[in-house]
C-alpha cells in the first residue's frame, strides 16, 4: 500500500536560530517587524503571531527579539531533508516548511509505520526541530494532517491508514488548512462550510463557479482523486556540511548536539547513494578577527567502510571527549573524506564464534578513537624475509597491506625475542635450560643483500625436555657461527 510521511516544522523560523535543545527562553522572530514564530514561553506571557515588535515590548519586555534568517531556513530544510534520505531516496519539499517523504517500499525494512514514524522523529529532533508528522496514501493528504492542529501525529491502530480512513480525517480537517480556501474564508464560514468535508459536498460546480479551479484540484489530490507528481531531491557526488553553534562552545564535549545533526546528514546522504564511509573529519571554526587561527581538524579513520549513525556518534563522542579547545568554537564543517561501496550483508548461517570481523573492527575504532592511533597497533606484515623486519606494526585503523610472503609466514611463532639470545652449547647441541631437541626444520633464509645487511640462517623448530617449543637459527656466515633462539611457540 502506498504511504507518505509529510513531516511538518511548525517552529522552522526559530528553531534554525534556536535549535530545541537549546536553553529554553523568551524568544519572538519577526519578519520586516511582524512576529511570525514564537517561543512556547513567550506564548505564555501574551505575544501571539502577528504581533508588532513594539508589542511583544509592552506584553512581555524579557523577550528577545531575533531576525528572521531565511537562509538559515533554507540550509536547515535541505539538511532535513538529507537526513531523511536514510529511510528513502524519494524525499522533496513542501510548503510551509514541510519535508515529503515516501515510505511504501521502507516499512518493512523498518519494521513497519510505529517504528519508522517513531524513527524519523527522532532524527528531526536530534537534528534540532520540533517536528509534526502525517502519514497518508497521498502527498497532500499527509500535508494537510500534519498542519492540523488537532492532530499532532497519526495514530496507527490496527493497520496503516487507508484511503477511506484517510478521507474521514480529512473531512474533519478546517476549510483554513487549504492554502487555496484562505481567499473565500469569510464565504465558506457565511454557508456553513468551515470544515473539508462540508466544503466537498456543496456541488462541484457552483463550487468551481464561486471559487477557484486550485482549490478543487488540491482537494482532488488531497482526497486521491487526481495524480500528484513530485520532483525528487538527488544527492550531490560530495559531502560536505556546515552547522552553526549559536554560541561560543568552550568545551569539545558540548559540541555533540550540532555533531550529531552533521552525522545524521552523512548517514542520509551515504544511504542515498548506497555508500560507506572509511574517513571523514570535523573541523572545529573558531573565533574569526585579528585573533582567528586555523580550524580544529579531527579525523576519524575506520577500519572498515561504515554508514551506521550509532557507531558514528559513538567514535565521534569518544574523540570529541579528547579534544582539548584552545579557542572558542562557532561552527562545525564535517567532510566525508574517503567513502567506498557498503560491503554485502553477512549472508552465514551462523554467526562467528567470540563476534563477526565487524565487531572486532568496531572495537579496534572505539579504542583507537578513546586512546589515539599510536597506540592502538597490529601486526603488519612486510615484504621481507627477515623476521625481525617483517614482523613490523601498524595503527589498527590503517588498511593492511597483502603481502605474497603470508603462507611462508604461518609456520613461524607470534612471539619474537626484542634481540635473539646467543645459547650454549653441550654435547653438540644447541642448549636453554635444557638441551634442545630439533623436531622440524631447517627453513634457510638469505636475505639483506642490498642493503648490507646480509642474514644467511637456518631456522629450526627445537624441543625442550619440559615439551616446550623454541624456535632457533644457526648463523651460518658468521665469523663465528652460532646457534640464536628468536622465537617462542605458545
Not at 513542501?94 to 515516501?102: C, G, I, K, N, Y
Not at 519494521?111 to 520540533?130: D, N, Y
Not at 629450526?460 to 656466515?477: D, G, L, T
Amino acid at each position: 500500500m502506498k504511504l507518505l510521511l509529510s513531516a511538518h516544522l511548525p517552529l522552522l523560523p526559530l528553531e534554525s536560530l534556536r535549535p530545541c535543545w537549546s536553553e529554553p527562553g523568551l524568544y519572538a522572530v519577526t519578519d520586516k517587524g511582524i512576529v511570525v514564530s514564537m517561543s512556547m514561553e513567550a506564548s505564555q506571557t501574551g505575544v501571539k503571531l502577528g504581533m508588532r515588535s513594539g508589542g511583544v515590548m509592552a506584553v512581555s519586555p524579557d523577550t528577545a527579539i531575533l531576525e528572521r534568517d531565511l537562509a538559515k531556513e533554507d540550509l536547515a530544510l535541505n539538511a532535513i531533508a538529507t537526513a531523511m534520505m536514510q529511510y528513502t531516496p524519494e524525499v522533496t519539499f513542501q510548503p510551509d516548511f514541510s519535508v515529503l517523504l515516501e515510505v511504501s517500499a521502507s516499512l518493512a525494512l523498518f519494521r513497519g509505520p510505529h517504528a519508522l514514524c517513531a524513527r524519523v522523529t527522532k532524527s528531526i529532533e536530534a537534528l534540532g526541530f520540533t517536528v509534526r508528522l502525517g502519514a497518508a496514501p497521498t502527498a497532500e493528504g499527509a500535508w494537510l494532517l500534519a498542519r492540523s492542529a488537532r492532530m499532532k501525529s497519526v495514530v496507527f491502530r490496527r493497520r496503516v491508514l487507508s484511503v477511506a480512513t484517510m478521507q474521514q480525517r480529512l473531512d474533519l480537517l478546517p476549510c483554513a488548512l487549504v492554502p487555496a480556501a484562505v481567499t473565500f474564508h469569510d464565504w465558506l464560514s457565511d454557508i456553513g462550510a468551515k470544515r473539508i468535508g462540508a466544503l466537498r459536498r456543496l456541488p462541484r460546480a457552483g463550487l468551481l463557479r464561486r471559487t477557484s479551479k486550485e482549490l478543487l484540484a488540491a482537494l482532488d489530490r488531497a482526497y486521491g482523486e487526481a495524480p500528484e507528481m513530485h520532483e525528487w531531491i538527488k544527492p550531490p557526488l560530495h559531502f560536505s556540511a556546515r552547522i552553526e553553534t549559536f554560541d561560543r562552545v568552550e568545551n569539545a564535549e558540548a559540541l555533540l548536539h550540532g555533531a550529531t545533526g552533521l552525522i545524521l546528514q552523512l548517514v542520509g546522504w551515504l544511504a542515498s547513494l548506497q555508500r560507506a564511509v572509511r574517513v571523514f573529519t570535523l573541523a572545529l571554526e573558531h573565533e574569526r578577527g585579528h585573533c582567528a587561527i586555523a580550524p580544529t581538524v579531527l579525523e576519524v579513520a575506520l577500519a572498515e567502510p561504515v554508514w551506521h549513525e550509532a557507531h558514528l556518534l559513538r567514535l565521534l563522542k569518544e574523540r570529541l571527549a579528547k579534544t582539548i579547545l584552545e579557542r572558542p568554537v562557532i561552527a562545525l564543517r564535517l567532510d566525508a573524506v574517503k567513502i567506498e561501496s557498503m560491503l554485502p550483508p553477512n549472508a552465514s548461517l551462523f554467526p562467528e564464534p567470540g563476534g563477526s570481523p565487524q565487531d572486532y573492527a568496531r572495537l579496534l575504532e572505539l579504542l583507537t578513537a578513546r586512546l589515539g592511533a599510536d597506540n592502538v597497533l597490529v601486526p603488519a606484515d612486510l615484504e621481507d624475509y627477515r623476521p625481525e623486519v617483517c614482523n613490523a606494526w601498524m595503527p589498527a585503523t590503517a588498511k593492511r597491506p597483502k603481502t605474497q610472503i603470508e603462507e611462508i609466514l604461518e609456520g613461524r611463532p607470534f612471539w619474537l625475542l626484542p634481540k635473539p639470545i646467543r645459547l650454549l652449547m653441550r654435547d653438540e647441541r644447541p642448549f636453554y635450560v635444557s638441551p634442545l631437541k630439533i623436531i622440524d626444520g631447517p627453513e634457510r633464509l638469505e636475505a639483506g643483500w642490498w642493503n648490507d645487511q646480509v642474514a644467511a640462517r637456518d631456522y629450526y623448530i627445537a624441543q625442550a625436555a619440559n615439551a616446550a617449543c623454541y624456535w632457533i637459527y644457526f648463523e651460518r656466515v658468521a665469523e663465528d657461527p652460532r646457534w640464536y633462539l628468536h622465537g617462542l611457540f605458545a
